[in-house]
């Protein structure tokens, strides 16, 4: 089956720092992958928009400077997430749609943990 | 936007015990999906369903869109500690496949 890949699982990084986090498609194309944070005990909240070739599309309150995503292949979208303070510290996910000519189907990386000390 | 409500948000049962988990719309759903999650893990797909009073069904999990593509059920029969976890509702907004999601409910399955 399809599966998204997500590095790194974990990362600690200090305030102030940014950090990386890749995502991709390892047996299809994705021209379109999603971003989601979750906090302790609470659902996904959907941060953005990946879009190949164009620039990401930020849901309201998520500011996009300090959130950049670059969307660099049909296979990978990368999560930076810049000058980070404790309060980014969170679990973040992200997700890939594969249509296929009878359905649609979203798959989920394992997901990166941050913690920013 | 699409307003996903979930109920129960917790819940603990027996080992053995049926249960059920709702999710209501706020608008007609057009694509209603189900995850379970370990928390600090990724999500793993259960099921999808897309036609007013469509049920599918894996293993012991059950789920239900209802007529009016508003509202889809989870049922669990016999539980078993291994369905624990967080079970997520999700529905597609907008023709680039955008899921949001529920607030999930927490299951807890005591053996």
């Known amino acids: 089956g399809a599966v998204v890949s997500q590095h790194p699982s974990r990362v600690i990084c200090k305030s102030g720092t940014s950090v990386k986090i890749e995502c991709r498609s390892l047996d299809f194309q994705a021209t379109t992958m999603f971003w989601y944070r979750q906090f302790p005990k609470q659902s996904l909240m959907l941060m953005a928009t990946s879009n190949e070739g164009s620039k990401a599309t930020y849901e309201q309150g998520v500011e996009k400077d300090k959130f950049l995503i670059n969307h660099a292949s049909l296979t990978l979208s990368t999560l930076t997430v810049t000058s980070a303070h404790p309060e980014d510290s969170s679990f973040y996910i992200c997700?890939?749609?594969?249509?296929?000519?009878?359905?649609?189907?979203?798959?989920f990386g394992p997901g990166t943990r941050l913690t920013v000390t | 936007s699409q307003e996903l409500e979930q109920s129960p948000q917790s819940l603990i049962v027996q080992e053995g015990k049926n249960l059920t988990i709702n999710c209501t719309s706020s608008k007609t759903l057009y694509g209603l999906y189900w995850y379970k999650q370990k928390y600090g893990e990724g999500l793993i797909f259960l099921m999808m369903l897309q036609k007013g009073g469509e049920e599918k069904s894996h293993e012991k999990i059950t789920a239900k869109l209802d007529e009016k593509k508003q509202q889809s059920s989870l049922h669990i029969t016999a539980s078993q500690p291994s369905h624990a976890g967080i079970y997520l509702c999700?529905?597609?907004?907008?023709?680039?496949?955008?899921?949001?999601f529920g607030k999930g409910t927490l299951l807890t399955v005591n053996p």
């Open positions: 999700g529905a597609v907004a907008g023709s680039n496949y955008k899921l949001t």
């Open positions: 997700s890939a749609p594969k249509l296929t000519p009878s359905s649609y189907e979203q798959y």
